[in-house]
């Protein structure tokens, strides 16, 4: 996958977890309108666009310095594990954003009603983790680093699902962020 240029560096097209859309303003397909609609799907980790990335991290755009300006195509990277997730994107058609792919593992059975912060450890830590890879904020490996352990992937994991869903992105588990996951069902 990629080109030879790609093939001979480390690249998301070459794993198969990236896709280039060709800016093409005559048909309707702006760069600016690809990135806002890419970037309102949980499967996208990052897009690059126009001299500027977005990632999931809760930066927003920032200057992106990479040597190809990404001016006459948008960059768009997904999860590897969204790279079997044949679902309709929704772009274009005025339909709604997809809802986060089928995870394999069971949801959590509802989530803790307790307030957790950087510090506490417990079945309860377990149950918000499981959450969060769920929903793709944090994955399996980075959960085994700590499993039960609310330390700082998971904080930095929970800030990225606040930004994502309007709450504050403070790392505290607490009423606001638990409405946010009781909204999609959790």
Same mark, same amino acid.
């Given at each position: 996958?990629?080109?030879?240029? *790609?093939?001979?560096?480390?690249?998301?097209?070459?794993?198969?977890?990236?896709?280039?859309?060709? *800016?093409?303003?005559?048909?309707?397909?702006?760069?600016?309108?690809?990135?806002?609609?890419?970037?309102?799907?949980?499967?996208?980790?990052?897009?690059?666009?126009?001299?500027?990335?977005?990632?999931?991290?809760?930066?927003?755009?920032?200057?992106?310095?990479?040597?190809?300006?990404?001016?006459? *195509?948008?960059?768009?990277?997904?999860?590897?594990?969204?790279? #079997?997730?044949?679902?309709?994107?929704?772009?274009?058609?005025? #339909?709604?954003? /997809?809802?986060? /792919?089928?995870?394999? !593992?069971?949801?959590?059975?509802? @989530?803790?009603? !307790?307030?957790? +912060? !950087?510090?506490? +450890?417990?079945?309860?830590?377990?149950?918000?983790?499981?959450? @969060?890879? +769920?929903?793709?904020?944090?994955?399996?490996?980075?959960?085994?680093?700590? /499993?039960?352990?609310?330390?700082?992937?998971?904080?930095?994991? @929970? +800030?990225?699902?606040?930004?994502? *869903?309007?709450?504050?992105?403070? #790392?505290?588990?607490? /009423? @606001?962020? !638990?409405?946010?996951?009781?909204?999609?069902?959790?």
């Amino acid at each position: 996958m990629g080109d030879a240029r *790609h093939q001979k560096t480390k690249s998301d097209h070459n794993d198969g977890n990236a896709v280039d859309i060709t *800016h093409d303003p005559a048909s309707g397909a702006t760069g600016d309108e690809i990135a806002k609609h890419a970037l309102n799907d949980s499967r996208v980790t990052y897009v690059i666009w126009n001299r500027r990335i977005h990632s999931r991290d809760g930066r927003g755009w920032r200057p992106y310095r990479g040597s190809n300006p990404h001016t006459h *195509h948008c960059h768009i990277s997904i999860r590897a594990s969204a790279r #079997g997730d044949t679902r309709h994107w929704g772009w274009f058609t005025g #339909g709604a954003s /997809p809802p986060p /792919p089928p995870s394999r !593992r069971p949801p959590p059975k509802s @989530l803790p009603a !307790r307030n957790l +912060k !950087r510090g506490s +450890k417990g079945p309860e830590v377990q149950q918000l983790q499981a959450a @969060l890879v +769920k929903l793709g904020f944090m994955t399996q490996s980075q959960l085994n680093t700590g /499993p039960g352990v609310f330390g700082p992937q998971t904080e930095l994991s @929970l +800030k990225k699902f606040q930004a994502r *869903h309007g709450v504050p992105s403070t #790392g505290f588990y607490g /009423p @606001l962020t !638990r409405a946010a996951f009781s909204k999609l069902g959790f």
